[in-house]
């Protein structure tokens, strides 16, 4: 089994001296968010505060919590429909690792079950793979999906499965072992 997180370990973390969009940083398309969406704001308030190396885990946790809880929120209020999802994510800069191709088909051609574990957007790092055609069956994804309204095919109030919550007020292994047991019980026992 391969475990890996996706955002810039995946997906390349600069190109051409440029740093390469993350799966949130893809829904700041025009054609997702408009105008007078204050995410840049946020990031521009609790960006900083993340990477603070002076600041203790506990004093930074519940302001981590706010920032995500803020951008939720705004990303709700945005509407944003499903079928747009793939136009944003092609218009973007995303881009997989050199050597992707090969390290994605070598896993699906061997039946290597590849676990990725994202606090990313899921949606959008689906869309990534997918528009890099190396979507195999082999591949799981642990991470946080935008519920959409099925009928209008816009986002509901909720994140399904936000495992960036989870995970950061269990710091043990005890649930990404669990999960990682389940997945590849489940689906991948003969």
Known sequence: HV????????????HNG????TTHNIL???????????KKELLNT???????AGRSTEEKLPLMVEWWTKVHELLIDQRIRKD??????????????????????????HHIP????SAGVGDVLEEVIRQNHVFH?????ISNYMDFDHTVEERKESYINSFDI???????????NAIVKYVTSSRYSK
């Open 3 to 14: 475990i890996s997180d996706f955002d810039m370990t995946l997906t390349r973390f600069a």
């Open 18 to 21: 440029m740093r390469v969009p």
């Open 28 to 38: 700041d398309n025009r054609l997702l968010i408009n105008e007078d969406c204050t």
């Open 46 to 52: 609790y960006y900083p505060i993340e990477i603070d």
């Open 84 to 109: 747009m999802l793939a136009r944003a994510v092609k218009e973007s800069s995303a881009m997989l690792r050199e050597g992707y191709k090969v390290f994605f088909d070598h896993l699906a051609e």
């Open 114 to 117: 590849l676990l990725i574990f």
């Open 137 to 141: 069956p082999n591949i799981n994804i």
């Open 166 to 176: 989870v995970l950061v007020k269990d710091e043990t292994m005890d649930i990404p």
